[in-house]
Antibody, heavy 121, light 106 residues
Framework: QVTLRESGPALVKPTQTLTLTCTFSGFSLSTSGMCVSWIRQPPGKALEWLARIDWDDDKYYSTSLKTRLTISKDTSKNQVVLTMTNMDPVDTATYYC?????????????WGQGTLVTVSS | EIVMTQSPATLSVSPGERATLSCRASQSVSSNLAWYQQKPGQAPRLLIYGASTRATGIPARFSGSGSGTEFTLTISSLQSEDFAVYYCQQYNNPCTFGQGTRLEIK
């Protein structure tokens, strides 16, 4: 059974750095073809893809947010970490981690429940 | 960046009727198109990928079609649980979502 769970602060101040952790089970990121992504969704708005990390440590980022994002993995802990620098109120959103369906590049077959991050002073 | 445009923004349909949702890409995405359903307070759920392949466990009343820049999600006979927001996603280069279509009860 595949599960993913996001954890991190619910509230961050403007200019701070956000660090989110995705802890997953039911698959291994050391298995060839496995990938994990982060997606966010501002309240009442659409989904926005942020970043992806592959089993072989290849990393991909949203063009518009690339300078602010870092994605990493700890295979031994079954965790993926996303950091986003210089947070702004417009970054207020529910942040999801998700597993990518094997051999599809970016089709998401399992999602975490999401964690709401509010950016406010 | 590839822009995905969904129409209509809101669709009102009666239970038992057919619903047709559209998604257009600003440039060709081949068949690298997925559809997701999202209900309030929940994460999205994968319905269709590869433009027309139903995901595991998705009922046959959901079907997808199209290629290139024009795509359609059809729900053949709406059930009460189908009223939700639907997003299309291109994963050709690398990934963008549409703004969503809200399917509401008429």
């Amino acid at each position: 059974q595949v599960t993913l769970r996001e954890s991190g602060p619910a509230l961050v101040k403007p200019t701070q750095t956000l660090t989110l952790t995705c802890t997953f089970s039911g698959f291994s990121l050391s298995t060839s073809g496995m990938c994990v992504s982060w997606i966010r969704q501002p309240p009442g708005k659409a989904l926005e893809w942020l970043a992806r990390i592959d089993w072989d440590d290849d990393k991909y980022y949203s063009t518009s947010l690339k300078t602010r994002l870092t994605i990493s993995k700890d295979t031994s802990k079954n965790q993926v970490v996303l950091t986003m620098t210089n947070m702004d109120p417009v970054d207020t959103a529910t942040y999801y981690c998700a597993r990518i369906l094997e051999d599809t590049a970016m089709v998401i077959d399992y999602w975490g429940q999401g964690t709401l991050v509010t950016v406010s002073s | 960046e590839i822009v995905m445009t969904q129409s209509p923004a809101t669709l009102s349909v009666s239970p038992g009727e057919r619903a047709t949702l559209s998604c257009r890409a600003s440039q060709s995405v081949s068949s690298n198109l997925a559809w997701y359903q999202q209900k309030p307070g929940q994460a999205p759920r994968l319905l269709i990928y590869g433009a027309s392949t139903r995901a595991t466990g998705i009922p046959a009343r959901f079907s997808g079609s199209g290629s290139g820049t024009e795509f359609t999600l059809t729900i053949s006979s709406l059930q009460s649980e189908d009223f939700a927001v639907y997003y299309c996603q291109q994963y050709n280069n690398p990934c963008t979502f549409g703004q969503g279509t809200r399917l509401e009860i008429k």
